[in-house]
């Protein structure tokens, strides 16, 4: 009868490491999602398809929108709708939320194109070269944590804030978007928006405990984003985005 062979001494070797990954493996925790706030500039564009001032900084935001360190958003206002032209994408909660900015940021009221950056700097937003050094001069986000989930946005813990802070859920197209435009000052362009928010909710508040908020399917074609921010058009603390 043959000798029965044995497994040579790499053999034996390559068979005891696969079995301690297997261990390791087994033994691992399941993995947890990371906080998505990491390294974020909010940029935020009050724009109107009614302000022939505007497309220049719409043009800006579409560069700005090419970082990944910064979350361009592009909010319509409504004022300017009598100019001619219904902006097509405004409504009255951005006009509001611009609105709310100014005494904040020390202007005298709310303008196109205006650039606020993470809550604390306002520039007009047809100067790229300004908001580029705007947003190398905003301190970094010193609020707490946030994840995003399918259903579920998770704020962490954190300092508490002086007043209750605001968890704001923003909804908008990453995609350039033209626009043409049939009346008004910019009658018969057509006028390319890029990061064009659709919806903007309060979820809740924050007051530095860890918090867990369902929230609501996004529509297709839309990617989320959530703001921590103090009340009333203040700083914002944290961000992130899908």
């Known amino acids: 009868m043959p000798a029965p062979t044995r497994p040579s001494s790499r053999a034996r070797l390559m068979h005891a490491t696969a079995l301690m990954v297997a261990l390791a493996t087994a033994a691992a925790p399941p993995a947890v999602a990371a906080p998505q706030n990491q390294h974020l500039t909010v940029v935020e564009l009050f724009t109107s398809q009614g302000c022939s001032s505007c497309p220049p900084a719409d043009a800006n935001l579409i560069a700005l929108s090419r970082r990944p360190d910064v979350l361009a958003l592009s909010f319509s206002v409504t004022y300017w709708d009598h100019l001619g032209w219904r902006d097509t994408f405004g409504k009255p909660e951005f006009t509001k939320r611009q609105y709310a900015y100014e005494p904040q940021l020390s202007e005298r009221g709310p303008f196109t194109p205006q650039m606020v950056v993470n809550g604390r700097i306002s520039r007009v937003g047809f100067n790229l070269a300004e908001i580029e050094r705007a947003i190398s001069a905003a301190p970094p986000f010193s609020g707490p944590d946030i994840t995003l989930g399918p259903r579920e946005v998770s704020i962490g813990?954190?300092?508490?804030?002086?007043?209750?802070?605001?968890?704001?859920?923003?909804?908008?197209?990453?995609?350039?978007?033209e626009v043409p435009v049939r009346r008004g000052e910019n009658s018969g362009r057509t006028l390319p928006h890029v990061r064009v928010v659709h919806r903007l909710e309060r979820l809740g508040g924050w007051d530095g405990k860890p918090v867990h908020i369902a929230r609501s399917e996004t529509p297709p074609g839309l990617l989320t984003a959530v703001l921590v921010q103090l009340p009333s058009g203040g700083p914002i603390l944290s961000a992130a985005t899908e």
């Open 157 to 177: 813990r954190g300092a508490a804030p002086a007043a209750e802070a605001d968890i704001w859920l923003v909804a908008y197209d990453p995609h350039v978007v």
